[in-house]
T-cell receptor, first 114, second 111 residues
Framework: NAGVMQNPRHLVRRRGQEARLRCSPM?????VYWYRQLPEEGLKFMVY????????ESGMPKERFSAEFPKEGPSILRIQQVVRGDSAAYFC????????????FGSGTRLTVV | KQEVTQIPAALSVPEGENLVLNCSFT??????LQWFRQDPGKGLTSLLL?????REQTSGRLNASLDKSSGRSTLYIAASQPGDSATYLC??????????FGTGTRLTVIP
């Protein structure tokens, strides 16, 4: 069991480009969560997805950010027209089910916008 | 809205000492509380998960307690080692799909 896999580990984008972050959950987990960690700040919830469904996107910025978790393949967090303020570590977590199950986190993608 | 506070923000101790990290939360209606470790530039490693019906969990030199009614949890680390140096994060799950994180305690264990 390889755990939660995120790629790339590091991503550098120029302002205005698109960033695509990938997350493969643990085997058997169908619940995926994305979190963002800004420098010197705590982790903040962005979005919760199940296969083919967005369950809760209350933490996602209204513009430029989108997420999907298709039937086949990894979950994708997409940031369009990146700005310097998007520079952060983006973490993905998965769980077996919602409720009282714990989360397993990936190693994160560190996005730097130059 | 749930708020999670961790005290102290940073802690430096000599090797071998026992230490306690504190976490408090404002809304006691939680599913569970989870302690994580984060090394610089790395991801989160889950240390202990305490369900809302439990009082404590133990793993090796780590012991976490939960007092839901008072909104508090402690992480006790026995016989600290330099390899324990990291940031320790407390997170509470309220509702089915959201973890609220504290800003962490940065621990340094001095050899």
């Amino acid at each position: 069991n390889a755990g939660v896999m995120q790629n790339p580990r590091h991503l550098v984008r120029r302002r205005g480009q698109e960033a695509r972050l990938r997350c493969s959950p643990m085997k058997g987990h169908s619940h995926v969560y994305w979190y963002r960690q800004l420098p010197e700040e705590g982790l903040k919830f962005m979005v919760y997805l199940q296969k083919e469904n967005i369950i809760d996107e209350s933490g996602m910025p209204k513009e430029r950010f989108s997420a999907e978790f298709p039937k086949e393949g990894p979950s994708i967090l997409r940031i369009q027209q990146v700005v310097r303020g998007d520079s952060a570590a983006y973490f993905c977590a998965s769980s077996l089910a919602p409720g009282d199950y714990g989360y397993t986190f990936g190693s994160g993608t560190r996005l730097t916008v130059v | 809205k749930q708020e999670v506070t961790q005290i102290p923000a940073a802690l430096s101790v000599p090797e071998g000492e026992n230490l306690v990290l504190n976490c408090s939360f404002t809304d006691s209606a939680i599913y569970n509380l989870q302690w994580f470790r984060q090394d610089p530039g790395k991801g989160l490693t889950s240390l202990l998960l305490i369900q809302s019906s439990q009082r404590e969990q133990t793993s090796g030199r780590l012991n976490a307690s939960l007092d839901k009614s008072s909104g508090r949890s402690t992480l006790y680390i026995a016989a600290s080692q330099p390899g324990d140096s990291a940031t320790y994060l407390c997170a509470v799950k309220t509702g089915a799909n959201n973890l609220f994180f504290g800003t962490g305690t940065r621990l340094t264990v001095i050899p």
